[in-house]
């Protein structure tokens, strides 16, 4: 016997706001159903697997134990790193190396960690 993922799923204390914020992120509308003060809201992905983001009392505390690495599909790291700061992300740890490669860990705006890395193009340009 064998598992899928069925969804990935962040705790938030306003799913409705965080989910549209990663929508916005990810280019991709949030479930049709979804209305702000909802508790549980929706984001699916392509390939099957959903995001789910749900409403909890408590907020962040500690570093993520999972995260979610970000890849640009058109332009490069560093731009997308700073269209990320535009609509709210901060940058929490910066791993670029002055060959280029490295990541960066960012922060939602509620402070869930996430990479952003290379896109395709730049790490053909290295290779």
């Known amino acids: 016997m064998t598992s899928i993922i069925h969804n990935v799923t962040v705790d938030a204390r306003d799913s409705y706001e965080i989910a549209s914020w990663w929508g916005q992120v990810l280019g991709l509308p949030l479930d049709p159903e979804d209305n702000p ?3 549980e809201c929706l984001i699916h992905l392509p ?25 640009p599909t058109d332009g490069t790291r560093d731009e997308e790193v700073e269209r990320l700061v535009g609509i709210g992300a901060t940058i929490f740890d910066d791993q670029r190396r002055p060959d280029g490669t490295g990541w960066v860990t960012m922060r ?7 990479c952003v890395e290379r896109s395709t193009a730049e790490r053909a340009a290295t290779s």
């Open 37 to 39: 003060g909802d508790p």
């Open 47 to 71: 390939g099957g697997i959903r995001y789910l983001f749900i409403n909890v009392p408590e907020g962040k505390e500690l570093k993520n134990r999972l995260h979610i690495d970000l890849q």
């Open 108 to 114: 939602d705006p509620e402070g869930n960690e996430f």
